[in-house]
C-alpha cells in the first residue's frame, strides 16, 4: 500500500464515519418525533396504545458493517420504518460497472439513512426520504425526499401539504446551491415515475446523486440540510392533517395508491435493487411495502 493509497483510504473512512454519525442521530430524532406523534394522535380516530419503534441491529453477511432497523407499528401510522446503515465491501463487477470510480477500486465504503412512513389515515401523506454518502476512488453524496398523498384531489402542486413540502426541500437547496433546486425538482419527477401507467408516483420533492463539487464540507452540509427540512416539514404537515375524518371510499383509494407505491419500489427504485444486490438487509430494504395494499 501506497503513502498515497493509506491516506486516500484514511480519509475515506474518516468521512464515511461523520457521515455515520450524523445519520445515526438522525435517525434517533425523526424516530423521538414520530413517537410524540403517535401520543398526540385523538383517540377517537386512532384508538389504542401509541406505538413505539422496535430497533434491530444486524450485521452483513459480506464484508463488514451493518446498522440498525427501526420499525414502527403504530396507531396513527401504520407502518414506518427509519433504517441506517453503514459498510465497507467490494462492488460485484456487475454493480461496480455502474458507479463512478469502481472501476479503479472496487471496494467501497458508505453510510446512509432511509424512511418511509405509511400513515393509517387516507387524509396524512406518505413520505419517503433517504441521504447517502458512498466512496470508491471516488466520494459523493445523493438522496432526497418525496411526498405522495393519497388521495387524488391532494395530488396537485397547488395542495397545501405539497406547497409546503416544496418550500421545506427548496430551503433547503437555496442555502447551498440556489441554483439547484429545479434541477432536483425535475430530476425527483422524473425519477419517481411508472411508465407503465404514466404517472409519478406522487408530487415529488428533490432527488439527486453523485454530489461531488469537489467541497466535502458544502456537500455533507447540504446533505444534512435535506435532513433537517424533512424533519422539520413532515411532523407539521402529519399534525394539520390526523385529525380529519375519513371515509371508507377514501380509504379504497389510499389502498389503491398504495399499490402504486409496491409497483414503483419493486419494479424501478434503484435504492432497492442495489440493497439487494449489494448484500443488505432485506428486513429493512422491504419495508417500504405498505401493510395493505389494493388492486382494483
Known amino acids: 500500500m501506497t503513502d498515497q493509497t493509506a491516506m486516500t483510504t484514511a480519509l475515506r473512512d474518516e468521512r464515511q464515519g461523520r457521515a455515520k454519525t450524523w445519520f445515526e442521530a438522525l435517525q434517533r430524532r425523526i424516530c423521538a418525533e414520530l413517537e410524540r406523534l403517535e401520543d398526540e394522535a385523538p383517540d377517537a380516530l386512532y384508538p389504542g396504545a401509541p406505538g413505539r419503534f422496535d430497533l434491530r441491529p444486524w450485521t452483513r453477511e459480506t464484508g463488514t458493517g451493518g446498522g440498525v432497523g427501526g420499525h414502527l407499528t403504530g396507531r396513527l401510522f401504520e407502518k414506518a ?18 458507479m463512478p470510480g469502481a ?7 458508505s453510510a446512509s439513512i432511509s424512511l418511509i412512513i405509511h400513515p393509517r389515515s387516507p387524509r396524512v401523506p406518505t413520505v419517503h426520504m433517504n441521504t447517502r454518502f458512498l466512496s470508491t476512488a471516488r466520494s459523493w453524496f445523493g438522496g432526497g425526499a418525496d411526498l405522495t398523498p393519497m388521495l387524488m384531489a391532494e395530488r396537485t402542486q397547488e395542495a397545501q401539504d405539497t406547497i409546503a413540502f416544496h ?30 401507467r404514466g404517472e409519478t408516483r406522487g408530487v415529488g420533492g428533490v432527488f439527486y446523486d453523485h454530489l461531488s463539487t469537489g467541497d466535502f464540507e ?32 377514501d380509504r379504497a383509494e389510499q389502498l389503491v395508491r398504495r399499490g402504486r407505491y409496491v409497483e414503483f419500489n419493486l419494479l424501478y427504485d434503484r435504492g432497492t435493487m442495489f440493497g ?3 448484500g443488505g438487509n432485506i428486513e429493512t430494504i422491504l419495508s417500504s411495502m405498505p401493510p395493505v395494499a389494493a388492486w382494483p
Request: aromatic share 16%; charged share 25%; with cysteine.
Open 81 to 98: 420504518g427509519v433504517h441506517t446503515s453503514a459498510a465497507a465491501a467490494v462492488f460485484s463487477p456487475e454493480l461496480a460497472a455502474t
Open 103 to 109: 472501476d479503479e477500486d472496487p471496494s467501497y465504503v
Open 167 to 196: 418550500a421545506a426541500m427548496k430551503a433547503a437547496c437555496d442555502a447551498f446551491y440556489p441554483e439547484q433546486y429545479e434541477r432536483y425538482k425535475a430530476w425527483c419527477d422524473e425519477y419517481f415515475f411508472l411508465p407503465h
Open 218 to 249: 458544502k456537500d455533507f452540509a447540504f446533505t444534512r440540510a435535506v435532513g433537517e427540512a424533512f424533519l422539520e416539514v413532515y411532523p407539521k404537515i402529519v399534525r394539520r392533517r390526523m385529525a380529519e375524518p375519513w371515509t371508507d371510499q
Open 276 to 278: 439487494l444486490k449489494a
